[in-house]
């Protein structure tokens, strides 16, 4: 659960509630007192309203804080390779500067410390809870996150050049990354190098990519959508895959549990990809239908009703109560 931003976060919030809730459980004459749990309670509220406690869970929060924002960043379908690099690098500098300059949260506890009161809850020290050592907590979460590059440093030397040259050669396709003055030549061999990994045609490409560096990188024409296409169905995190995990458990449930393999590909596909309900128009397919006898008052396709010889036989004694 410390993992959780919004379980941390909920507690945060919710502070003053939970310190109130559970002494109202242990206190005597409370109209939630339960002798069962009292002491339960008092040892739950006694960790809670700790200054120890406190400090751990505002640095939780700041860390789980950014961790938050850069896997919202990665899950974007539009956030590319290069880019979740850049954000990951990004991502690992913040980490590191809370080490030496408390984030919001941090800074709020160590006020709490030192006053001893979290809003109207008065907090007491507790020597049993050892604290967390921030600063080796955030070195070793920069660590982790330094290991998720795509280019680390405990990775072998040939994986590491090839992720190093993957990235180099991506960067010529942002104009972010361009250099103030260009040679004439510039970004051609690692286009070259792109569409032969990609098997795609060197010539026509090259000349789509002179248009992208004459127009300032704003405009890509119809000879350069092919690369960038082909880079973009590069993943930079399983967010996509996790989706079609969720789709498929929305689909195949308890009631549905029948549905042939090829039924549930069409019907992610269509969930996934298709256009939402407000877009669709079933003129041409409702026409369709009716077309082929499909309406509901074809015999052909109607179930004959049960008549009411054979409904009778069944009868029961509660319908001439009811």
Known sequence: ?????????????????????????????????????????????????????VTDLALMHDALHELKILSEQL????????????????????????????????TEARLIAESCMF?????????????INAKQ???S????????????????????????????QLAVMDSNFWPSV?????????????????HLPFSSIRDGYCDLRNSGGRQVTRNLKP????VNTLPCSTAECERGFSCMNLIMSDLRSTLLVDHVSA?????????PVSKWQPQAYVRSWLVRHGDATDIRIRIAARSDDVDMEHCDPLWDII
């Open 182 to 198: 260009m040679d004439p030549d510039y970004g051609e061999a690692a286009i070259k190098d792109l569409c032969k990994h990609f």
């Open 267 to 275: 019907l992610m596909f269509i969930s996934i990809h298709g256009p």
């Open 119 to 131: 809003g109207a809850t008065k907090v007491e020290s507790n020597r049993k809870h050892v604290s």
């Open 137 to 139: 907590f955030l070195t």
């Open 227 to 230: 690369l960038v296409m082909a």
């Open 75 to 106: 899950q974007d379908r539009n956030t590319t390779i290069l880019e979740a690099d850049k954000l990951i690098h990004r991502s690992v500098r913040r980490i590191e500067h809370i080490k030496d300059k408390p984030g919001e949260k941090m």
């Open 141 to 168: 979460v920069a660590n982790n996150m330094r290991r998720r590059l795509l280019a680390n440093d405990d990775d072998s030397n040939d994986t590491r050049k090839a992720s190093n040259m993957l990235l180099s």
């Open 1 to 53: 659960m410390a993992s959780s931003f919004q379980t941390v976060d909920a507690v945060w919030t919710n502070f003053e509630a939970l310190a109130a809730h559970w002494k109202a459980g242990f206190e005597r004459g409370s109209s939630v007192y339960d002798s069962s749990m009292a002491s339960k309670y008092r040892g739950l509220r006694q960790q809670l309203c700790s200054p120890q406690f």
